[in-house]
Antibody
Framework: QLQLQESGPGLVKPSETLSLTCTVSGASISSSTYYWGWIRQPPGKGLEWIGSIYYSGITYYNPSLKSRLTVSVDTSKNQFSLKLSSVTAADTAVYHC????????????WGQGTLVTVSS | EIVMTQSPATLSVSPGERATLSCRASQSVSSNLAWYQQKPGQAPRLLIYGASTRATGIPARFSGSGSGTEFTLTISSLQSEDFALYYCQQYYNWITFGGGTKVEIK
């Protein structure tokens, strides 16, 4: 059964870089022609797609975040990662990782999510 | 950007009753519409994709309909485990989500 699990610091200072990793278990990132995405959910608000990466390493970013965003994949560790630079309080959110078959597409399954708070 | 608007924000329903949730797109998304269920502290769960196709393992009481700009998720007879947040998502032009509908016990 495919499972995704996010990990990373729960607190980041303003202007610094938010870094998260999603560990995939139950399937190999490199052997499947899937996309792997990041979605976030600010407290009390709706969901926002952040960006996705194809198993080959090709990336697709939300235009509103593109200038600050880097998504990468490490097939040796079966992980993919998110880096968001110059964060502000507006980047405080629960960050989920998820899989999708095409771009754009629906997401299934999702990781449980990890809360990242931006605060000094 | 395609804006997705869900209504109502909160829906109060008694167990066993029918719940009807709406999702409207600011422009046509054809049938490229998914629905998710989210419970507190849990990951969103895919319910419906392609506007009307149930995902694997989703009970038949969940049904989706619509195309273009107007979509509906119907839960035919609410069970206790169905009280949750529901989101719609379009994947016609990039990816955007609705603001959600909370289904609560009446």
């Amino acid at each position: 059964q495919l499972q995704l699990q996010e990990s990373g610091p729960g607190l980041v200072k303003p202007s610094e870089t938010l870094s998260l990793t999603c560990t995939v278990s139950g399937a190999s990132i490199s052997s499947s022609t899937y996309y792997w995405g990041w979605i976030r959910q600010p407290p009390g608000k709706g969901l926002e797609w952040i960006g996705s990466i194809y198993y080959s390493g090709i990336t697709y970013y939300n235009p509103s975040l593109k200038s600050r965003l880097t998504v990468s994949v490490d097939t040796s560790k079966n992980q993919f990662s998110l880096k968001l630079s110059s964060v502000t309080a507006a980047d405080t959110a629960v960050y989920h990782c998820a899989r999708h078959l095409r771009l754009p597409d629906w997401f299934d399954p999702w990781g449980q999510g990890t809360l990242v708070t931006v605060s000094s | 950007e395609i804006v997705m608007t869900q209504s109502p924000a909160t829906l109060s329903v008694s167990p066993g009753e029918r719940a009807t949730l709406s999702c409207r797109a600011s422009q046509s998304v054809s049938s490229n519409l998914a629905w998710y269920q989210q419970k507190p502290g849990q990951a969103p769960r895919l319910l419906i994709y392609g506007a009307s196709t149930r995902a694997t393992g989703i009970p038949a009481r969940f049904s989706g309909s619509g195309s273009g700009t107007e979509f509906t998720l119907t839960i035919s007879s609410l069970q206790s485990e169905d009280f949750a947040l529901y989101y719609c998502q379009q994947y016609y032009n990039w990816i955007t989500f609705g603001g959600g509908t909370k289904v609560e016990i009446k």
